[in-house]
């Protein structure tokens, strides 16, 4: 039972290029969410779905796309880096909230991207 | 506008003594909170939560304190460990929304031995 797993660990990109996170899940979790990291801001939720075939924005949605096509796997794309994308991303799954019980996210180790 | 604040970036205290770390909120919505610890090249991971139908919640050597009327909450670790040190984030959620959590700022926890 691996958790949450994010690919890769590290990446460096130019300016304008394009690249894809990946989040991949083994608990069956309904709920997925990317969320970046910044010095002295927390969390702040990028994107999230509640389900295969589902996405909606979060905080920060602006120059990134998600995609859910499978349940166990959620996908962010940057499709034209920019220096203000320099974060680490990190991913979180959760079981669904049935009538508003909280569920806790576990998250994936993190990807540390840098845009020059 | 930051609805979930955490003042105090840093807090070092000695092995033994109790690490007692504060969280503001500002949005009433508010009804879950958590808070989660964070080591370096780690994700968070879960620690303790409470509902806002709740005042205190104790597991082990954690208790998450939560007072509605002032919007504040608080975790006390006692006895603070060295394997303590971490940074502490708080975190609130509503009900609806897949329960998004707004996240603080962080608060560097350093326990001395």
């Known amino acids: 039972n691996a958790g949450v797993t994010q690919t890769p660990k590290f990446r460096v990109l130019k300016t304008g290029q394009s690249m894809t996170l990946l989040c991949a899940q083994d608990?069956?979790?309904?709920?997925m969410y990317w969320y970046r990291q910044d010095p002295g801001m927390g969390l702040r939720l990028i994107h999230y779905?509640?389900?295969?075939?589902?996405?909606a924005k979060g905080e920060v949605p602006d120059g990134y796309n998600v995609s859910r096509l499978k349940k166990q796997n959620f996908l962010l794309g940057l499709e034209s880096a920019a220096p203000s994308q320099t974060s680490v991303y990190f991913c979180?799954?959760?079981?669904?909230?049935?009538?508003?019980?909280?569920?806790?996210?576990?998250f994936g180790p993190g990807t540390r991207l840098t845009v020059l | 506008d930051q609805q979930v604040k955490q003042n105090s970036p840093s807090l070092s205290v000695q092995e033994g003594r109790i690490s007692i770390l504060n969280c503001d909120y500002t949005n009433s919505m508010f009804d879950y909170f958590l808070w989660y610890k964070k080591y370096p090249a780690e994700g968070p991971t879960f620690l303790i939560s409470i509902s806002s139908i709740k005042d205190k919640n104790e597991d082990g050597r954690f208790t998450v304190f939560l007072n509605k009327s002032a919007k504040h909450l608080s975790l006390h670790i006692v006895p603070s460990q060295p394997g303590d040190s971490a940074v502490y984030f708080c975190a609130a959620t509503r009900s609806g929304s897949a329960r998004q959590l707004t996240f603080g700022s962080g608060t560097q926890l350093t326990v001395l031995p």
């Open positions: 608990m069956n979790h309904e709920y």
């Open positions: 979180a799954s959760s079981y669904s909230s049935i009538s508003g019980i909280y569920n806790e996210q576990f």
């Open positions: 779905s509640v389900g295969e075939g589902t996405t």
